[in-house]
């Protein structure tokens, strides 16, 4: 059995990631933006899931849940799923999974990207990470996200980073018209928290039902990973900690 963290797990593919997870019989740890939202899951929490809160565009309220979550922890995995698509984009895809890859020790974080992240500009001059002005777009967004993920895969050989694409699907992000299959939308981010597959033992990549793909350049970019980790050690004041020399020595 294995103890998960799934963030925005009241709805779509994060509903259904935690959904699969306690059917495997796993321990499952499960977010809401609002205790009032937690209602949506009240369904997972009767089946036993724990729960934290936090609205993840703000920072405080972020320390709050990496505080919440760590009380319960430790995980072996984190699935940094919770996602906008307009507004806040920066401090709810990029900014909160830098501070809960940096506070909450887990031996495998898996970040959900997106194929739109090929769209990505690797630029980050004149950068708001709050928020407050829309500087950047959802594929900005994923890309760096991504990048975060390569970072964590090369300077952490401790833990496994992965990057997930769940396809487009019908949530309230997807839309009604969404092509790709709600169904198998959450199979590779629970495949890849629990899995002893040796594929999936590999740190650093980017995966679309079960297969890795093609990224964007940028990512594994280690002068882009590195401006980008600097952006939000410095926005955050916290800094991504190395690994410490025992779990070094056993990777
Ligand atoms: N759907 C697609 O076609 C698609 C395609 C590629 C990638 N993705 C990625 O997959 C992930 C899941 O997407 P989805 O389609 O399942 O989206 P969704 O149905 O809109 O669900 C998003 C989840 O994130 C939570 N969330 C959003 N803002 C939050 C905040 N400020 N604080 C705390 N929680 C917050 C939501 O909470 P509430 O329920 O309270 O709103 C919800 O639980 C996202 O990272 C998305 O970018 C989705």
């Known amino acids: 059995m294995a103890s998960i963290l799934i963030t925005g797990s009241t709805d779509g593919v994060g509903r259904n990631t935690a959904e699969a997870l306690l059917d495997e019989g796993h321990r499952v740890v499960v977010h809401a933006r609002t205790t009032a939202r937690l ?5 997972l929490v009767d089946r036993g899931a724990e729960a934290v809160v936090g609205d993840l565009t703000d920072l405080d309220q972020v320390h709050g849940l990496v505080e919440q979550a760590n009380a319960l922890g430790p995980f072996d995995a984190v699935v940094h799923n919770a996602g906008v698509m ?3 984009v920066l401090p709810v895809n990029v900014t909160a999974p830098y501070l809960m890859t940096a506070l909450i020790p887990a031996s495998r974080h898996i970040y959900l990207s997106s194929s739109m992240h090929r769209g990505g ?5 004149g950068i708001d990470w709050t928020g407050e ?3 950047r777009s959802y594929s900005d967004a994923k890309l760096f996200v991504t990048a975060l993920m390569a970072a964590l895969a090369r300077l952490r050989p401790d833990v496994l980073a992965h990057a997930v694409d769940p396809g487009w699907v019908p949530t309230k992000m997807g839309g009604t018209g ?5 169904a198998l939308a959450h199979v590779t981010q629970a495949w890849l928290a629990t899995t002893d597959d040796p594929e999936a033992l590999v740190s650093g990549r980017y995966w679309h039902h079960q297969r890795t793909e093609k990224l964007h350049p940028a990512v594994h970019d280690k002068g882009f990973q ?3 980790l600097a952006s939000l050690a410095e926005q955050t004041g916290v800094q991504l900690p190395a690994p410490t020399p025992e779990r070094a020595a056993r990777s």
Do not use: V
Not at 39 to 43: N, S, V, Y
Not at 178 to 182: E, I, M, V, W
């Open 39 to 43: 209602a949506a899951i009240q369904h």
């Open 86 to 88: 307009q507004g806040p």
């Open 121 to 125: 500009q690797p630029d980050l001059a």
């Open 133 to 135: 002005r829309q500087t």
């Open 178 to 182: 969404a092509s790709d299959d709600l």
């Open 226 to 228: 590195d401006e980008l």
